[in-house]
């Protein structure tokens, strides 16, 4: 029996993905649950496992784009029979090792018909050392994706194009000379005749690697190999340096350009004083950890805050949908996630329902993923209203912008000590500037103004949230 393995949808407005690793190799033998690779699109990456034990055959290469429902691999169910590699690979791979003495080329492997050239990187040993077969050699740079390379065989390695370099697919960029004090490798694991990049199937043309061979008794003459020079991906003049935008960079971009020309977005500030959340935190944050094995932080209360909001000006809690106005009757809140890759707004879903602890479990369980690159499509989608804190990286004071189709998203800032007037007297208090962006389109300035009052009582006098801890 075999299985397909197929790219799964992952929502509405997602068409498209690229497939980004694969975890295992063709002709590798895998188990039921085991990641077999793993997929990006424009918003989240998403794992696929082995849906029983097989032999797995790699159809798609790495970096390349396909259409949801694609066909990327197939798995053939095997009866507790490991098999190393297809029974049609091992033979050829056998028969055309290369012979004592002859030189092995290392070229760039192709990565999907869209991509044509690929940057040396990093050389991970330098010219002239002794590798080892199987140790990795050189990492390759695409506009997609990087690979890494592993030497076919072991020898002495010579390098024949240097790091920052861009070449063309199928350009021959190193070569191993084998060499007398290198070990052999064990007669069961016969030397594989091409190089493979790890988690990529092999392509029909360019070859991953060829065995050059002129005639049995000469060595081919690498310093007339063809290297193709192509406009770099990344371009430094020493002053500047210019590479590609990743495709989650391209979207977030394309969707804040979107936002800002579809929606009149307004943003009105106030400030807060933090003393009473602080104090309150403080107080209970010692038994809050014991009890529910989580710390509380502040995001939780200004989730409850929000969400207490959007009940009293029930306008920012919708949205428009063409000539319509649709009204949200539930609470997801966004909570906006920085990573490497860029920001993620995960969704806490039914915030009216859920205890502090709950929450703060929630937020942690998000983090941990967006840290992981686990976020899922369903875990950014349906939410109300968002919230930003900018106040993680310092900043003082913002205009976060709107997240489409949310009428409204919240910005956080730094708690700061400064000097403010209560009742006729200046004292020094943890203050934060507050700052909502909304759809000027569906609320008006005087509800957005009193929305962010109530979240400022809110926050002052959380002692009413803090009943449904």
Aim: aromatic share 4%; hydrophobic share 40%; with cysteine.
């Amino acid at each position: 029996m075999t299985t397909d393995v197929k790219v799964p949808a992952s929502g509405e407005s997602i068409t498209t993905a690229s497939v980004a690793r694969w975890h295992r190799k063709t002709g590798d033998s895998v188990r039921k649950g085991e990641v077999l690779v793993t997929l990006e699109t424009d918003k989240v990456s998403t794992e696929l496992e082995a849906a029983h034990d097989g032999v797995l055959e790699i159809l798609v290469s790495e970096g390349e784009e396909v259409a949801i429902g694609t066909t990327i691999a197939r798995l053939a169910a095997t009866e507790g029979v490991a098999v190393a590699a297809p029974a049609s690979s091992v033979a050829p791979a056998a028969a055309s090792a290369p012979a004592p003495g002859e030189t092995v080329e290392i070229r760039v492997p192709a990565s999907g018909e869209s991509v044509t050239s690929a940057n040396v990187a990093s050389w991970r040993r330098k010219e002239g050392d002794t590798v080892a077969a199987g140790e990795i050699l050189v990492v390759l740079e695409t506009d997609k994706v990087s690979n890494e390379i592993e030497a076919p065989v072991a020898g002495r390695l010579r390098i024949l194009v240097p790091e920052g370099e861009e070449v063309a697919i199928g350009a021959v960029i190193a070569a191993i000379e084998p060499g007398a004090t290198v070990a052999p490798a064990p007669a069961s694991q016969p030397a594989p005749a091409t190089v493979a990049v790890p988690k990529a199937p092999v392509q029909p043309a360019p070859a991953p690697v060829s065995v050059a061979a002129p005639t049995p008794a000469v060595k081919p003459d690498f310093s007339a190999a063809p290297v193709e020079r192509e406009k770099p991906a990344v371009t430094s003049d020493g002053r500047t340096t210019r590479r590609k935008m990743s495709m989650l960079r391209r979207k977030i971009a394309t969707q804040l350009v979107n936002a800002q020309q579809t929606a009149a977005i307004l943003t009105t500030f106030n400030e807060v004083d933090m003393s009473a959340v602080m104090d309150t935190r403080k107080q209970v944050q010692e038994d809050f950890l014991k009890k529910h094995g989580v710390k509380l932080g502040f995001m939780s209360f200004f989730v409850k805050a929000v969400v207490q909001a959007l009940k009293d000006i029930p306008s920012i809690n919708g949205r428009i949908d063409g000539n319509d106005v649709v009204e949200n009757h539930f609470y997801d809140i966004g909570v906006a996630i920085g990573t490497d890759k860029g920001l993620f707004v995960p969704v806490l879903r039914d915030c009216d329902t859920k205890s502090f602890a709950q929450l703060e479990k929630d937020i942690l369980d998000y983090a941990t993923k967006a840290k992981e690159g686990k976020i899922t499509i369903e875990d950014l989608q349906g939410g109300v209203f968002s919230i930003s804190n900018g106040g993680t990286y310092g900043s003082l004071l913002s205009t976060p912008i709107l997240n489409p189709p949310q009428s409204g998203i919240l910005g956080m800032h730094s708690i700061q000590q400064r000097p403010v007037a209560v009742n006729g007297q200046v004292v020094i208090r943890p203050m934060m500037y507050l700052a909502l962006s909304y759809d000027h389109r569906l609320v008006d300035g005087k509800e957005a103004v009193t929305f962010l009052i109530r979240i400022k009582e809110c926050l002052e006098n959380p002692a009413r949230l803090m009943l449904e801890m």
